[in-house]
């Protein structure tokens, strides 16, 4: 059993900042690539950041500058440091992980349950 938990969402002003995490936990042999997308009401579900397990990474043209991802191998554990959020940022953040898990050992996708940021004008 693999689980992916989000935490770290909440209220801010606009211009503030938030930091999310995302810790796997279960029988893993190792998280290969991870990434953050959100969804606002009406809106579908967008790739907001994206990491490899080389520390390679990609961002939404939208986050660019403001947003910062990373990971803690040996925490399982990736993050989304937000600085100067704006209202457009408010939605339900998900944590998304290709993982190799153990006895058997195979890859998979998993999701989080999702944390909500909002962000006031």
């Known amino acids: 059993q693999v689980q992916l938990v989000e935490s770290g969402g909440g209220l801010v002003q606009a211009g503030g900042s938030l930091r999310l995490s995302c810790a796997a936990s279960g029988s893993i042999f190792s998280i290969n690539a991870m990434g953050w997308y959100r969804q606002a009401p009406g809106k579908q579900r967008e790739l907001v950041a994206h990491?490899?397990?080389?520390?390679?990474?990609n961002y939404a043209d939208s986050v660019k500058g403001r947003f910062t991802i990373s990971r803690d191998n040996a925490k399982n554990t990736m993050y989304l440091q937000m600085n100067s959020l704006k209202p457009e940022d408010t939605a339900v953040y998900y944590c998304?992980?290709?993982?190799?898990?153990?006895?058997?050992?195979?890859?998979?996708?998993?999701w989080g349950q999702g944390t909500q940021v909002t962000v006031s004008s």
């Open positions: 998304n992980a290709d993982l190799t898990v153990r006895g058997p050992v195979f890859a998979s996708n998993y």
């Open positions: 990491i490899t397990s080389g520390g390679s990474t």
